[in-house]
Each structure stands twice: as C-alpha cells, then as structure tokens.
C-alpha cells in the first residue's frame, strides 16, 4: 500500500525540475525557519533531506514544525510516515495515536498503524485497525484493497 505522508511527500511545481537539494535548503529553510507550518516551505526541505538520504534532519524538521502545531493532522500524518521510513516503528505508532486522537477515523493513520502491528506480530489488532478503516473508506476500490490485505497477508 502506498501512502501519502503529507505535504513532505508531494512533488512541487513551484522549484525547476533541475534544482538540487543544497538550493532548495538554502531557497526554503529560511522560510520555513520564519514561519514554521508553512506546507511548501516544509515540503520541499523535507523532500530535499529525503533525496540527500538524510530521514534524521527531515524528522527533525517535522518534529519541529509539529512544536508549533501540536494538531495538525498533516504534520502528524508526515511524521509517522518518515518514522516508519527511518524503521522507527515505536515512534510512527505513538505519532498514529496522536493523529487517531484527533481524528480517529483518519483512514492513513488507522492503515499505518495497523501495518506495524501486523509486523509486530499482533494480528488481532492490526485486522481490528484494517477493519475500522474499511469502515472509514470512502470508496468501494479502497475497501477492496483492505480486503486484500485482510485475506492475504493477516491469516492466521
């Protein structure tokens, strides 16, 4: 399953295909370091640090960026996701919960959280969080797709 993280995992149209990550650190961190929760700012240094292989600074900036929007289901959503891109399962987890706790019919965080207790080995769980969000689908294809992964990857 492919998720969308948040705004760090969307492509921009607003910077030359050709930029490199040093030009866009230097064009946006500034930004980004006046106004923290700026989504374009906030995308292209997190997508800059992803393409340099460097998750630490790009968690690091979304944590910060998080600080200052301690809701912000986009924020939340961004994070978790690059915490299970850098194997920090234990932290993308408490970062589903948070976003869950928020709103706990966020069909990302529902699916996300399940995938890592399914790879915890705690299948009851992990068919009870693909059950919610198969409730919270908003398309029938999506709801196909859950039971797939139901059927496939969660037997017994």
Do not use: H, W
């Not at 992803?50 to 944590?63: F, M, P």
């Not at 289901?73 to 994070?79: Q, R």
């Not at 915890?120 to 409730?135: M, S, T, V, Y």
Request: glycine fraction near 4%; aromatic fraction near 6%; proline fraction near 6%.
């Amino acid at each position: 399953i492919v998720l969308n993280f948040g705004p760090g995992a969307q492509q921009s149209a607003s910077l030359p295909t050709n930029s490199t990550p040093a030009q866009r650190l230097q064009q946006y961190e500034p930004i980004l370091d006046r106004d923290p929760v700026n989504p374009e700012a906030r995308a292209q240094v997190v997508d800059a640090y992803i393409e340099l292989g460097q998750y630490d600074k790009a968690i690091t900036r979304v944590e910060k960026t998080l600080q200052t929007a301690p809701k912000d289901i986009n924020i939340l959503l961004e994070l978790a996701g690059l915490y299970s891109l850098n194997n920090q399962d234990d932290k993308a987890e408490s970062a589903y919960d948070r976003l869950l706790s928020v709103d706990k019919e966020n069909l990302f965080a529902l699916m996300g959280k399940a995938t890592i207790r399914s790879k915890k080995g705690d299948i009851k769980e992990a068919k009870r969080l693909f059950e919610d969000a198969k409730k919270y689908a908003p398309q029938e294809s999506t709801k196909a797709e859950i039971d797939k992964i139901l059927k496939e990857k969660l037997k017994p």
